[in-house]
């Protein structure tokens, strides 16, 4: 048997929580004795295939049909459930994400699997499958137990690290297509967001809010933002008042992000916003108001002018870099 990870590409590159989830199967691989295999579908050069290696892999399934270049859930989900119940993996791990979720579902039914979401630890493999999982929007966990066929287990973004290996692993063309009666859905372009670092895989996201007055003044959050290589987000009031884009919208109804640290500035701290920033491994708060709801969930917080503050504050990271 084997470890299988399922493998996300971003056009031609390979998504950075594919990495950790590589990453994750090899320590469970380790553990068990077993090889892992990578799951890639879709066009993409091989030596981002080979890259692969560096992170725990021992061998790449790719099925490159230019079919699967544009993610479709039911084509992909068919093709992984074939590829299950020919490698057959006592472990099915993925990165959580709006493309890998519905498959791991899928996946679960088609196969009489067990599937546990938002984890954020290595299982206990010695006697059973035990692991923890993140729950309410992170402010819990719980430990489950996986019993059930195969177990498939979607790691939450940024709970698990990326480990170095010096494997050269072997590439295997598969040669299966995509069912065309299960397509339906046609892409026939996308426009996504643009930029340095884009919040779904950001470790370290900077976001404003409505206590920096207008869009005007958004300059030393870009250039904070600049100097930590971080994204860009900002509340839902900005965005819903086209300060910004609304694709830098963190929260609840926008997107919800687990960097290694976010900060907040001038971000009062709405129940919808924290729903989608609590599971920040660190959070920064500024602001003026020392009653604003965000400090009760901060690791850190200053109480202060943002606009005094945060200029200072990128004068000491360039000193310190």
């Not at 959580?96 to 630890?121: C, E, F, H, M, W």
């Not at 993140?134 to 698990?160: D, H, M, P, Q, R």
Request: glycine fraction near 8%; proline fraction near 4%; charge should be neutral.
């Amino acid at each position: 048997m084997a470890v299988l990870v399922l493998i996300e590409r971003d056009e031609d590159k390979i998504k950075k929580t594919s990495f950790e989830a590589v990453s994750y199967g090899a320590e469970i691989a380790k553990k068990k004795n077993e090889l892992v295999f990578c799951i890639v579908l879709g066009s993409i050069e091989k030596d981002k295939l080979k890259a692969l290696g560096k992170f725990g892999c021992q061998k790449v399934i790719h099925v490159k049909d230019t079919q699967l270049d544009q993610p479709e859930i039911r084509s992909y989900a068919n093709i992984v459930v074939k590829l299950v119940k020919e490698y057959d993996p006592e472990y099915i791990i993925t990165a959580q994400s709006s493309i890998a979720d519905p498959i791991a579902a899928i996946l679960a039914v088609k196969t009489g699997s067990s599937l546990v979401t938002n984890v954020t630890s290595l299982p206990e493999v010695n006697s059973g499958c035990r692991l923890e999982r993140g729950i309410y929007s992170g402010k819990a966990f719980e430990t489950v137990e996986l019993n059930a066929g195969k177990k498939i287990i979607s790691i939450k973004k940024n709970a698990s690290g990326i480990s170095e290996y010096d494997f050269d692993p072997e590439i295997i063309n598969s040669d299966l297509k995509p069912d065309t009666d299960a397509i339906e859905l046609k892409i026939t372009g996308n426009d996504k967001a643009k930029g340095d670092v884009l919040l779904s895989e950001a470790e370290i996201v900077v976001s404003g809010g409505r206590g920096l007055k207008g869009p005007e003044n958004w300059g030393m959050v870009e250039e904070l933002a600049d100097v930590l290589h971080a994204a860009k987000g900002c509340s839902k009031p900005v965005s819903d008042a086209n300060w910004r884009p609304h694709r830098e919208h963190v929260g609840q109804t926008g997107i919800k992000v687990s960097p290694n640290l976010y900060i907040a500035i001038g971000i009062s701290g709405a129940i919808q916003h924290l729903a989608g920033v609590s599971s920040s491994k660190y959070i920064v708060v500024i602001n003026n108001d020392p009653d604003a709801p965000f400090f009760k969930a901060a690791d850190y917080g200053i109480v202060g002018d943002a606009f005094k503050i945060v200029p200072k504050l990128i004068e000491s990271i360039k000193k310190y870099k």
